[in-house]
Structures are given as structure tokens and as C-alpha cells.
T-cell receptor, first 117, second 114 residues
Framework: GAVVSQHPSRVICKSGTSVKIECRSLDFQATTMFWYRQFPKQSLMLMATSNEGSKATYEQGVEKDKFLINHASLTLSTLTVASAHPEDSSFYIC?????????????FGPGTRLTVL | QQPVQSPQAVILREGEDAVINCSSSKALYSVHWYRQKHGEAPVFLMILLKGGEQKGHDKISASFNEKKQQSSLYLTASQLSYSGTYFCGTEPHYSGAGSYQLTFGKGTKLSVIP
């Protein structure tokens, strides 16, 4: 199946630091990628939909100025957590859909665990 | 709106069967099932796209009743490797600008013991 990578897998930073997370589709093109956040023992919550070449669509309650998304190419989307605070600590997961297929499957990356001290 | 999954948790002995349900208050276009192990990303199991559709591979199958806006995941002759949290993700009919967006249920924790 298709592979989605995320980098870094784990990051620990001080409060006030900005953190950048990369999501790459390794063997397919993805015009649309999705960013989720998952707190311990909870479900995946969609934060935003990232569209190649256009602005991301944010879910209600997600601050677009805090969670900056850039989808510069068909294989790369980045999420930048600006001025991270301890409450931003979470498991961030991206997913991507193969633009060339009619199938609706979303391929998930391995996730990035962010800890803000 | 978030789909409702039931049960919240289930404990099985190896070889036993289980059913996990997912229901939505909205008309659905598709239902996706994933399994997630602790600390890892969700792993895709299957998608169901049309009313009354059933799918399966190995000993895991699922059904989708479009009219009732419900889907069920069936695990038969469970194995230790089936342990994890199962999530259903629903895509509403006519997603519009948010095409292919999924809303996930709270999950069902399945524990298979020897």
C-alpha cells in the first residue's frame, strides 16, 4: 500500500518555541492531506484539510494563526505549531489520499508526538 | 457530528467473536474502519461505500446499512494481534468543500487475551 511519512516522530520543546512537522506521501501524489490531533485515550480530531496550491481549510475552533499549514507540493504538507504551549502537547497525525485513484482510502502517517515543557 | 461507537470496550479470549457498531445521525457516503495500537498511527482496515455493502478479508468483515446510517465490524475467531482500538470514520453525503473528510468515533478498545 501507499506510504506516508512524518518527521519528526517525536519532539520535545520549550514553551514559546515554534515546531514544524512534515508529512510526505512517498510513492503517490496527494492533492489533499489531512491533519489530525489525538489526545491520550481519545479519538482523532480533524484539525484542517490541506490542499495543494491553496489555503488550508480549518475546522471550527482551530486557530489558523497558531497551526500554520503549507501544502507546497503534491507530496509534502507541513504543519507549524507557532509559539507552542503545554496545552498543545499531543499526538499529531497526518493522512493523505492518492489523487490518482478513485478509492477513498486515507493513508496515515506514523504520527508525531509533541511535548511542550 | 461524531459517530457513536459501541461498545466502548470489549475483552475477548482468543477464538471468540466480536461485533463493533458505528452509527451516525447524518446521511453517510462512506464508512472507514481503522485499528490503532497504542502509540501508533491508525491502520486502514476497509471502506464501505454503498448501502448494504459488505466487505471482508481474512476473519474481519464489515457491513454498511446506508438507510440506517449504521456500520458494523465483525471480528471472528479473534487473534491476539486483533487487540487495539478500533475507530470508524464517517464521510457525510455530499462533503462539498471538505471532500473526503472523515469524522471519527471515540473508538472501541478491544483486548484479546490468551
Amino acid at each position: 500500500g501507499a506510504v506516508v511519512s512524518q518527521h519528526p516522530s517525536r519532539v520535545i520543546c520549550k514553551s514559546g518555541t515554534s515546531v514544524k512537522i512534515e508529512c510526505r506521501s512517498l510513492d503517490f501524489q496527494a492533492t489533499t492531506m489531512f491533519w489530525y490531533r489525538q489526545f491520550p485515550k481519545q479519538s482523532l480530531m480533524l484539525m484542517a484539510t490541506s490542499n495543494e496550491g491553496s489555503k488550508a481549510t480549518y475546522e471550527q475552533g482551530v486557530e489558523k494563526d497558531k497551526f500554520l499549514i503549507n501544502h507546497a507540493s503534491l507530496t509534502l504538507s507541513t504543519l507549524t505549531v507557532a509559539s507552542a504551549h503545554p496545552e498543545d502537547s499531543s499526538f499529531y497525525i497526518c493522512s493523505a489520499r492518492d489523487s490518482g485513484l478513485l478509492d477513498y482510502e486515507q493513508f496515515f502517517g506514523p504520527g508525531t508526538r509533541l511535548t511542550v515543557l | 457530528q461524531q459517530p457513536v461507537q459501541s461498545p466502548q470496550a470489549v475483552i475477548l479470549r482468543e477464538g471468540e467473536d466480536a461485533v463493533i457498531n458505528c452509527s451516525s445521525s447524518k446521511a453517510l457516503y462512506s464508512v472507514h474502519w481503522y485499528r490503532q495500537k497504542h502509540g501508533e498511527a491508525p491502520v486502514f482496515l476497509m471502506i464501505l461505500l454503498k448501502g448494504g455493502e459488505q466487505k471482508g478479508h481474512d476473519k474481519i468483515s464489515a457491513s454498511f446499512n446506508e438507510k440506517k446510517q449504521q456500520s458494523s465490524l465483525y471480528l471472528t475467531a479473534s487473534q491476539l494481534s486483533y487487540s487495539g482500538t478500533y475507530f470508524c470514520g464517517t464521510e457525510p453525503h455530499y462533503s462539498g468543500a471538505g471532500s473526503y473528510q472523515l469524522t471519527f468515533g471515540k473508538g472501541t478498545k478491544l483486548s484479546v487475551i490468551p
